[in-house]
Nanobody
Framework: QVQLVESGGGLVQAGGSLRLSCLVS????????MGWFRQAPGLGREFVAA????????DYGDVVKGRFTISRDNAKNLVTLQMNSLKPEDTAIYYC?????????????????WGQGTQVTVSS
């Protein structure tokens, strides 16, 4: 059974930082592109970041580029998202996901496994 479990969310003031982690079990992620998405209340799920299987190539949503960094540790089956210079508009539930291998990696439908999400709240 494949499970993705996010952790590290919480409440932080604007300008602060948080580090999210996604621990995967039931499958090794060595050959899987991994991604982070987020969903704010009343809105659809938004692409945040993705990293290829090697960890060498990453892509980011325009609104987080330069502030967030995605990384991975294949030996630990772990994906992380370092979030700096947080803004109130970053408030959302953040989800980790495993790419299916089909479709565009910035789209929700291209991911086959999802975590339950972790809440990030940024106060002004």
């Amino acid at each position: 059974q494949v499970q993705l479990v996010e952790s590290g969310g919480g409440l932080v003031q604007a300008g602060g930082s948080l580090r999210l982690s996604c621990l995967v079990s039931g499958v090794t992620i060595n050959h899987s592109q991994m991604g982070w998405f987020r969903q704010a209340p009343g809105l659809g799920r938004e692409f945040v970041a993705a990293v290829d299987w090697s960890g060498l190539y990453a892509d980011y949503g325009d609104v987080v580029k330069g502030r967030f960094t995605i990384s991975r540790d294949n030996a630990k089956n772990l994906v992380t998202l370092q979030m700096n210079s947080l803004k109130p508009e970053d408030t959302a539930i953040y989800y980790c996901a495993a790419f299916s291998g089909y479709g565009h990696p910035k789209t929700v439908s291209a991911y086959s496994f999802w975590g339950q999400g972790t809440q990030v709240t940024v106060s002004s």
